[in-house]
């Protein structure tokens, strides 16, 4: 629904204002630019900076997975209710080195809510080829 | 061997301060202090910050997984050869929250370190009570 | 391309025939039956059985778990070469319990396969309601 | 407390034998000899027959899991309360090939079992050389 993902992105535009204020580790994400979300999903795209590699000159994995982290709980969060809850499990499966300056997608969607447990999914992809930099999962308990 | 663990923390300390070099995601290690290195292993300790947390005020998913791939990384290093190698899978478990103030330390091991693959495993516990905060493992092509 | 997928199911029955003869352990597999596989993917169906079940009446975590290993690898099989590869790490995400009779789909593709490594993804479903029963990674080395 | 332990041992045989009746996947664990169990932490060993294997000769993938997958279900089961609990989670590292005839041992530890969730993690290693065949994590909901 066109109106709803519109507010989807309105949603998780002020979710990383919010969450980037004060000094805490998501003030990393505040180059993130909101692609689209809503209804459990949200698609994300940013450029790979300096301040993002590993000394190799690659994206870091740690902070693909603090992407993976993130981008999925704000998905979760677009479901109502808003509730982020807390990590129980993240898996990472890395494909593909990024480099400084390319553009990337991260696309992370609610596979399932239950309850007590919620399981996502995230692929991050290189926007101009589509190639696969990493995929991860994340549950969370949301009881 | 006393001489062998001196050497590998003197390595492990120039690792950190020549990654933190320049403007990568590694800088955010700077804070943190080696215990042990050697033979596979290295164990640090830090001082969760402000800047660690997300914003439910715990230790953020995201920065554990950094520590628990950057720690392992450099546990590896300590082997000898020096190569970082390359990330392939990483997962990690969250068992407790850590908050600001709280010291945790980071031991991370070398399980297996063939021709082309290492398997490395990380135990993330508060200092004081000995609780499990987090447990990963990583594996790093090296081939 | 029909051909080609045709190729595929041909190629995995073949394949599955042959690891079910002597007495290993992908016996187990006897019943599947393949709908379609080429270029790097494989979808097959099975009913659960008794056999299957842990004692709490549902799919067995490691039955579940073979499916996704085995699976996969017929997926990967299908690239041209042939050759299996050996198992590298397996992540499994348990999203809904299925049950004795109940018609369920594993659907195996291919992600990346490089020089070195494959990585390969599994949903499992239930044919019906197309819920999801549980999504895994493989990663395989095939150096 | 050697009484303990020695209950541990007889209620771990008791559940193989209960989960190995009727039909179910449990089956296959007929032969695991029980070392010692209680206090949530639970040890075995097996021989590895052919009907474990994969067609390459080695440990099959989907085994490996299968025995990750119970055994620490019966090291959380010995923690009192009894309950076996719902898979979430299960990650599994294969570090090393093991063959028909070589002896391994299981040994199955509870991290953390809170009110709702339990974090377990196994280590598979071969009896005569102590070398890891595999490492495992399983997460169950246990609420």
Known sequence: MASAK???????????????????????????????????????EMVVEERHLNKGGTLHGGFTATLIDSISTFALM??????????????????????????????????????TLAFLEVDITKKNSGELVATGSHVKFIG
């Open 6 to 44: 519109g507010n989807g992105v309105a949603l998780v535009k002020n979710i990383i204002k919010f969450v980037g204020e004060g000094g805490g580790f998501d003030k990393l994400l505040e180059k993130v630019k909101v692609v689209s979300a809503g209804e459990g999903r949200c698609l994300v």
């Open 78 to 115: 677009t479901r109502g209710g808003g509730a982020p809850g807390v990590s129980v499990n993240m898996n990472i499966n890395y494909l593909k080195p990024a480099t400084e300056g390319e553009e990337i997608l991260i696309d992370a969607q609610t596979k399932r809510a239950g309850r």
